[in-house]
């Protein structure tokens, strides 16, 4: 006996709904996989940056410390002193200070003062022994002039820090320093004559300083740090790092190529994953930045990087894929008994209705449905007519909210006028269309001069009815294709668009002050408003729509510090002393006059 339409039908739409339901699932838990890796990449990205942000801050730190040792009295007294008590005196006190500055900073190896003279003989050191500082003594001290953080050192002005390349210290007699990953930083000692005369130097061991650094990062994160050569300083197998000092080269270049182009300084980070570049980050998710450091910008760099298991960032995955396949399941056997009801209901009229569905949501009158049928087709007919007519009806009036909400969300509420959010991205598109067009833009930062004298004076219903006010003078002033938005309390910004847009934004600001200054009826009372505005103008006074709207606030306090009731261009305040001395007027204005009626 051949199967009848009831079961070819059963069977097709049961195989649909598994292979939909099994598609569905898959793709969910790619795209589940492919979402968890970007997000550890931009984690990893974050915790990088501010990783290497941290070390650049702790260089300098080290920097400012070896200034501070290097500017003390003592060093070039002792440097200067061949012998005496005097002599000994100062170099205990010195040695002193050494012991100090090891004992509260960890990373600190080595400090040292060196001389000019006796071919860069050290005057006093202290070395890190373990936990505790150690003084060497006369008879161990070295001559280290052939050194360059000593030679370039004694070449530089007074005031100068050298920084050198990271690197294995391999001097002997370092204690606790030798063959760790190291950063030396040095100043010159300068006489009372101005005189170079001898080197402060400072040894920080780079891992106990990423130690301390990464404290509060994820135990699960891994480090790698490479000098500028590529040369692995740190990195998860200690038997690998630093090559060189094994007789092996172990370029971070070559073990992920990818960073190359941080090497090369074609770019600033990288990022790899096990998923997508199996090659180069097997079973991990890494992130890679170049950081410079140093006096110099661009000098010296390093690049730092953390890495996090890839097993670990889809385990979430592991069990999203576990509760997949249980709902491919369920819906599997929800399928075939659907198919099979639906085969046996539906035969003939599922055209029609198949139809129907397929223009819902067209503007031509569908098919006419069997409504007149008194049977179960008939009631299905006329269900899916009221259906349709009732989610039509639903979405005209979600339509209509969405309308309402977007522009509730765009708009003030008291002025009906747009508000920071959407002024923004008004004056973003206008400074797009400048950029192609070679347009001006000008922007007016408006604020009401004592406005709060108003609320504190006739009460916030007053203060509100005024900004409505001031809201409708400031639409009946500009231009049709000019726009104006409330910021917030009594601020207000205005956006200018034109060939001469210099002209007209003076032109506007002045008439605005002259509409402003008519009394105001309010509460049957006379008030008189008056407002300070400050005018930036693209490009001339900023790039971008923050950059403009800062500027305009700038010029608006001048302004106000002025004598408020005047307007200001931000080119007339170039002067950055200027700027800051009318702002630092403006913080100390008070409100001391009574609101005039």
Aim: proline fraction near 4%; aromatic fraction near 6%.
């Amino acid at each position: 006996m051949r199967p009848g339409l009831t079961f070819k039908l059963s069977v097709l739409l049961a195989c649909t709904g598994i292979l939909a339901s099994g598609l569905t699932g898959y793709y969910a838990y790619q795209a589940n996989r492919r979402m968890l890796v970007s997000e550890a990449e931009r984690s990893l990205l974050t915790s990088t940056e501010l990783l290497s942000q941290r070390l650049s801050t702790a260089i300098s730190n080290v920097a400012a410390d070896t200034y501070v040792l290097a500017d003390l009295q003592s060093p070039p007294k002792i440097v200067q002193l061949n012998s005496g008590l005097a002599d000994e005196q100062a170099k205990d006190r010195m040695a002193l200070a050494f012991s100090n500055f090891i004992r509260h900073h960890p990373e600190y190896l080595q400090i040292r003062l060196i001389t000019r003279q006796r071919s860069g003989l050290e005057l006093v050191r202290v070395d890190r022994d373990g936990n505790r500082p150690v003084r060497v003594l006369d008879g161990n001290l070295r001559e280290v002039g052939q050194f360059p953080y000593v030679s370039e050192t004694l070449a530089m002005a007074p005031g100068g820090i050298y920084i050198s390349p990271i690197t294995v210290n391999h001097e002997p007699g370092a204690r606790s320093a030798e063959g760790k990953p190291a950063l030396l930083v040095a100043a010159p000692v300068v006489s009372e004559s101005g005189a170079v005369v001898g080197v402060m130097v400072i040894d920080v061991d780079l891992t106990s300083l990423l130690k301390i650094l990464q404290i509060d990062l994820p135990r699960d994160y891994q480090v790698y740090l490479a000098n500028e050569w590529g040369n692995f300083v740190i990195r998860p197998d200690v038997s690998k790092a630093f090559g060189p000092d094994r007789g092996a080269s172990a370029l971070m270049q070559d073990s992920f190529v990818s960073t190359k182009a941080l090497f090369e300084q074609t770019k600033s980070s990288v990022i790899l994953n096990g998923m997508e570049q199996p090659q180069q980050a097997p079973g991990q998710v890494l992130a890679f930045i170049r950081k410079p450091f140093g006096m110099s910008a661009g000098k010296h760099f390093m690049v730092l990087g953390l890495s996090k298991p890839l097993a670990d960032v889809l385990a979430g995955a592991k069990l999203l894929g576990d509760s997949i396949i249980r709902m491919i399941l369920i819906f599997s056997v929800l399928a075939i008994v659907l198919a099979v009801l639906c085969a046996r209901v539906v035969t003939q009229p599922l055209q029609i209705l198949a139809r129907a569905a397929s223009h819902f949501f067209e503007e031509t009158a569908m098919e006419a449905l069997p409504l007149e049928r008194a049977d179960e087709i008939g009631i299905l007919a006329r269900c899916f007519d009221q259906m349709s007519r009732e989610i039509k009806s639903r979405m005209d009036l979600l339509y209509n909210k969405q309308h309402e909400l977007v522009h509730l969300a765009s708009h003030d509420d008291l002025t009906k006028l747009p508000n920071r959010m959407l002024f923004l991205q008004k004056l973003e598109s206008a400074i797009q269309d400048a950029t192609v067009s070679g347009e001006q833009l000008a922007v007016l930062f408006i604020d009401l001069d004592r406005f709060k004298l108003i609320n504190d004076q006739f009460g916030h219903s007053a203060g509100d009815s005024v900004l409505i006010a001031v809201a409708k003078r400031l639409q009946h002033v500009l231009r049709g294709g000019d726009l104006v938005a409330r910021l917030g309390g009594d601020e207000f910004v205005v956006l200018i668009k034109g060939l001469k847009t210099a002209d007209a934004a003076t032109h506007i600001a002045a008439k605005i002050m002259r509409t402003l200054d008519d009394e105001l009826l309010i509460n049957n009372q006379l008030l008189t408003v008056a407002a300070s505005i400050g005018i930036s103008q693209f490009p001339i006074d900023g790039a971008c729509a923050e950059a403009l709207l800062l500027n305009a606030d700038a010029a608006m306090y001048a302004a106000k510090a002025d004598g408020r009731h005047t307007f200001m261009h931000f080119r007339d305040l170039a002067d950055a002393q200027k700027l800051k001395a009318v702002l630092s007027k403006v913080a100390e204005m008070e409100d001391s006059k009574p609101f005039s009626v």
